[in-house]
């Protein structure tokens, strides 16, 4: 059973921008921080950036200032808006809860974002 859907990915040029967008069942939205991952080929998994319910959020030093995470607690629906993309941030992105990440539950499929330079 499919529980988070990740969307928004795309070939961009550098200095573009793209927004993605993770609808996740209740179960995993409801009261949890939500995080954005990126895996790029060959390495592991990272969070780039996380929001909690009430709003509170923070990001990888990588991203600070081009990236900005959202959610939409009446839809169970978290966003990555993204801007200034460069080249490193080719990857694979995921969303997940930060619980279900740290409890090593299943994922969803990806949304896979390309920056050419």
């Known amino acids: 059973q499919v529980q988070l859907v990740e969307s928004g990915g795309g070939l961009v040029q550098a200095g573009g921008s793209l927004r993605l967008s993770c609808v996740a069942s209740?179960?995993?939205?409801?009261?949890?921080?939500m995080g954005w991952y990126r895996q790029a080929s060959g390495n592991q998994r990272e969070l780039v950036a996380s929001?909690?319910?009430?709003?509170?959020?923070n990001y990888a030093d990588s991203v600070k200032g081009r990236f900005t995470i959202s959610r939409d607690n009446a839809k169970n629906t978290a966003y990555l808006q993204m801007t200034a993309l460069k080249p490193e941030d080719t990857a694979v992105y995921y969303c997940?809860?930060?619980?279900?990440?740290?409890?090593?539950?299943?994922w969803g499929q990806g949304t896979q974002v390309t920056v050419s330079s």
């Open positions: 997940n809860s930060l619980l279900n990440a740290r409890l090593g539950a299943s």
């Open positions: 209740r179960s995993i939205f409801r009261r949890n921080t």
């Open positions: 929001i909690s319910d009430g709003g509170s959020t």
